[in-house]
């Protein structure tokens, strides 16, 4: 089945600095969903972006399918960003394959 | 007005009991899962329902048994407990499971812990 990696596994930045995570997967995808999962334990929809760029806030996506990756940037970091960040790709059934997720801390 | 709401929200239990928790969602979507995320925060799916119909089933112990009245509900009951089904569970939903559909929308999650 398709494998899906996430970079890094652990990250932690002062407030207000700038980040990258990357997914990188194994197969060809038609979609691709990011997430934020809170330190309250909730799964929170950041994006769903098979393909492009798209914004919202101080989170923007960019996912080039053709090269199996996709990128989750966040400016100006708060720490209400802290948490973990999953990227997730769909497979038979819809069922989403999840990547081991980057681990964030954003200290003030 | 949340859209995928599961109950209970936190679940303390004894080995070798039988639980159940329900999962309504209020989206419309025709589709509902079932993820299990371990210690180590990885997320599986368990359980995918398409109308009511079971689509995936994930190499799941036969302990763990999800039903569907209708298509807004997917409940997953759980029988003989054991340490290692402590984790957390999370429902979801979708429009389109059958195919690469739409993205999916999920609860809050419930914690299990068996003592």
């Known amino acids: 089945g398709i494998q899906v990696e996430q970079s890094p596994p652990d990250l932690i930045l002062q407030e207000g600095a700038n980040s990258t995570l990357r997914c990188n997967f194994s197969?060809?995808?038609?979609?691709l969903q990011w997430f934020h999962q809170n330190p309250w334990g909730q799964l929170i929809n950041l994006f769903y972006?098979?393909?492009g760029t798209k914004q919202n806030g101080r989170l923007s996506a960019t996912t080039v399918a053709t090269e199996r990756y996709s990128l989750l940037y966040i400016s100006s970091s708060q720490t209400t960003d802290s948490g973990v960040y999953f990227c997730?790709?769909?497979?038979?059934?819809?069922?989403?394959?999840f990547g081991a997720g980057t681990i964030l801390r954003v200290k003030s | 007005d949340t859209a995928v709401s599961q109950t209970p929200k936190y679940l303390v239990t004894q080995m070798g009991n039988d639980k159940s928790i329900k999962c309504e969602q209020n989206?419309?979507?025709?589709?509902m899962y079932w993820y299990k995320q371990d210690s180590k925060k990885f997320l599986k799916i368990m359980f995918s329902?398409?109308?009511?119909?079971?689509?995936i089933n994930e190499t799941v112990p036969n302990r763990f048994s999800p039903k569907s009245p209708d298509k807004a509900h997917l409940n997953l009951h759980i029988n003989s407990l054991e340490l290692g089904d402590s984790a957390v569970y999370f429902c979801a939903s979708s429009q389109g499971g059958r195919g690469l559909g739409q993205p999916q929308h999920f609860g809050d999650g419930t914690r299990l812990s068996i003592l």
């Open positions: 329902y398409n109308n009511k119909e079971l689509i």
């Open positions: 997730a790709v769909p497979q038979y059934g819809n069922k989403l394959v």
């Open positions: 972006i098979p393909s």
């Open positions: 197969d060809s995808v038609n979609n």
């Open positions: 989206l419309g979507h025709d589709t």
